[in-house]
């Protein structure tokens, strides 16, 4: 991986945080706080942002971070769910001088483009400032809305190896619909052997995030979250009403990949652009026990395993 890669180690660590929101008077309040806990994942390839307001009922928040080598700019993934409402959305952008800024854009109600834009600046090794703006005039002028201060608390988290609940997850009952109960089979350490693609054993390991709304998985032959090949955040997106999965390896030029089902089973496809069609994955559970978990890609009408496990 370039240097830039590591571009966002200063905030691997466990961090106290004020959330600061801007109120109608235009002054600045602390309303919420909360610890924040970011972890390196896939050999340094990402980081894993996990961020819980401190009430049971607050705010629960997960980004996926990591350097695009190909576009040559950072690729944010962040889901903040609300009750049985979960999706993901993604920024982009680059550092500069020590300042990121990182920029999306979407629809406002009138239908006018509106830009989002969140920067991290101001940045020590105890302490670092989050804020985000949005612009409706193309970037001419910004209305701000929150501002987070972080101070540091910690060292590198860890995950438990085991998995099961993780930082964000309390009893499960923010995302309490059927729906996202489905994939929690994932949930925990199994172990496995490789069936097309490769050879050898590997294990998979689930934790359940955001209170019951996602599942993040490790993959490889240890499935320690800073050796493992392979990470996913798997969600049912409400707004869509179809599973959505994000999808990560720790190769070094790879970009995530985004994988939606095309019904209620965790049969997904990627989301591919112009005529070729994309991938599929498939997470099967098994009559006998385990779970089976495929990639595969299109082949002359059909589809061919490019790689397998079989877990127990």
């Known amino acids: 991986m370039p240097p830039e890669a590591r571009q966002f180690d200063f905030w691997i660590g466990e961090w106290d945080v004020t959330l600061r929101v801007q109120q109608e008077d235009r002054s600045w309040v602390d309303e919420v706080r909360s610890v924040a806990k970011i972890y390196?994942?896939?050999?340094?390839?990402?980081?894993?942002?996990?961020?819980?307001?401190?009430r049971l009922s607050g705010i629960k928040g997960y980004s996926l971070r990591y350097f695009d080598v190909e576009r040559q700019e950072w690729v944010l993934w962040l889901n903040w769910p609300g009750d049985n409402t979960s999706g993901s959305s993604s920024l982009a952008g680059t550092f500069r001088h020590g300042r990121g800024e990182f920029f999306a854009s979407r629809p406002g109600p009138d239908g006018a483009e509106v830009l989002s834009r969140f920067t991290f600046s101001d940045v020590t090794?105890?302490?670092?400032?989050?804020?985000d703006a949005f612009s409706r005039d193309g970037g001419k002028t910004w209305t701000h809305g929150w501002i987070m201060e972080f101070t540091r608390r910690g060292g590198e988290p860890s995950l438990a190896p085991q998995g099961g609940p993780a930082h964000t997850f309390h009893s499960g009952v923010r995302c309490d619909a059927e729906p996202f109960r489905t994939y929690e089979f994932l949930v925990g350490r199994h172990s496995g052997v490789v069936k097309s693609g490769g050879a050898g054993?590997?294990?998979?390991?689930?934790?359940?995030?955001?209170?019951?709304?996602?599942?993040?998985?490790?993959?490889?032959?240890?499935?320690?979250?800073?050796?493992?090949?392979?990470?996913?955040?798997?969600?049912?997106n409400t707004f869509a009403s179809r599973y959505e999965l994000t999808l990560l390896t720790s190769e070094p030029e790879s970009p995530a990949r985004i994988f939606y089902s095309t019904g209620d089973s965790l049969e997904l496809y990627e989301s591919a652009s112009g005529a070729a069609p994309g991938d599929r994955l498939r997470i099967e559970p098994q009559s006998e026990g385990g779970f089976l978990w495929v990639l595969e890609s299109p082949d002359a009408g059909e589809w061919r395993a490019v790689w397998s496990g079989l877990f127990r």
């Open 40 to 54: 390196p994942i896939l050999g340094g390839k990402a980081v894993l942002e996990l961020w819980s307001d401190e």
């Open 125 to 131: 090794a105890d302490s670092l400032r989050w804020d």
């Open 201 to 236: 054993e590997v294990e998979i390991t689930g934790h359940q995030v955001l209170d019951g709304c996602a599942v993040v998985t490790f993959v490889g032959a240890s499935s320690s979250p800073e050796r493992a090949s392979m990470f996913s955040h798997l969600t049912w």
